[in-house]
T-cell receptor, first 115, second 114 residues
Framework: DTGVSQNPRHKITKRGQNVTFRCDPI?????LYWYRQTLGQGPEFLTY????????KSRLLSDRFSAERPKGSFSTLEIQRTEQGDSAMYLC?????????????FGEGSRLTVL | KQEVTQIPAALSVPEGENLVLNCSFT??????LQWFRQDPGKGLTSLLL?????REQTSGRLNASLDKSSGRSTLYIAASQPGDSATYLC?????????????FGEGTQLTVNP
């Protein structure tokens, strides 16, 4: 068990560019979540997957955002035509449905800076 | 609307002091409650998980309690150390979403001075 892994850890981009973040959950964890955290605030829910199915999306997930989990393992979060307001820490978490307690395990996050 | 509030926003204490962090929530139909620690620029580390049917959980110098009727949880840290300095976040899931999403408070930034 190597924990939740996120890449890249930090991404600096110019406004209008596309960026993609990757999350590798804890092995055999069925659920995978994406959260966004801005400075001084608690994380906010974006979306979650159960296996490969995207079961819920927040209103925060505008049309410029898309998340996938094609084989029920790793997930990607793509942001198209980035805006300065997208600057934030993007956190991934996973949980297991086996003996489900609802406990989430987070990665180190991917920090996005849009210039 | 289901909201989570943490008070105080920041706390500074001398080393060795026992302290309590507070978390309040507006809907008592919770699924579970988690306390997390976050160091600057880092991800979240899970500290304690309390299920809806439980009243408290303990891990080392940490003790978390849950009172659904009053909509409150507390995180008690005994004999604080400078290494405890971090932001502590309270997060809840609710029954209506079967624990599928966490709602976070804004956190309490703790500084323990040597």
């Amino acid at each position: 068990d190597t924990g939740v892994s996120q890449n890249p850890r930090h991404k600096i981009t110019k406004r209008g560019q596309n960026v993609t973040f990757r999350c590798d959950p804890i092995s055999e964890h069925n659920r995978l979540y994406w959260y966004r955290q801005t400075l001084g605030q608690g994380p906010e829910f974006l979306t979650y997957f159960q296996n490969e199915a995207q079961l819920e999306k927040s209103r925060l997930l505008s049309d410029r955002f898309s998340a996938e989990r094609p084989k029920g393992s790793f997930s990607t979060l793509e942001i198209q035509r980035t805006e300065q307001g997208d600057s934030a820490m993007y956190l991934c978490a996973s949980s297991s449905l086996a003996g489900y307690t609802g406990e989430l395990f987070f990665g180190e996050g991917s920090r996005l800076t849009v210039l | 609307k289901q909201e989570v509030t943490q008070i105080p926003a920041a706390l500074s204490v001398p080393e060795g002091e026992n302290l309590v962090l507070n978390c309040s929530f507006t809907d008592s139909a919770i699924y579970n409650l988690q306390w997390f620690r976050q160091d600057p620029g880092k991800g979240l580390t899970s500290l304690l998980l309390i299920q809806s049917s439980q009243r408290e959980q303990t891990s080392g110098r940490l003790n978390a309690s849950l009172d659904k009727s009053s909509g409150r949880s507390t995180l008690y840290i005994a004999a604080s150390q400078p290494g405890d300095s971090a932001t502590y976040l309270c997060a809840l899931t609710w029954e209506e979403t079967s624990g599928s999403r966490l709602t976070f408070g804004e956190g309490t930034q703790l500084t323990v001075n040597p």
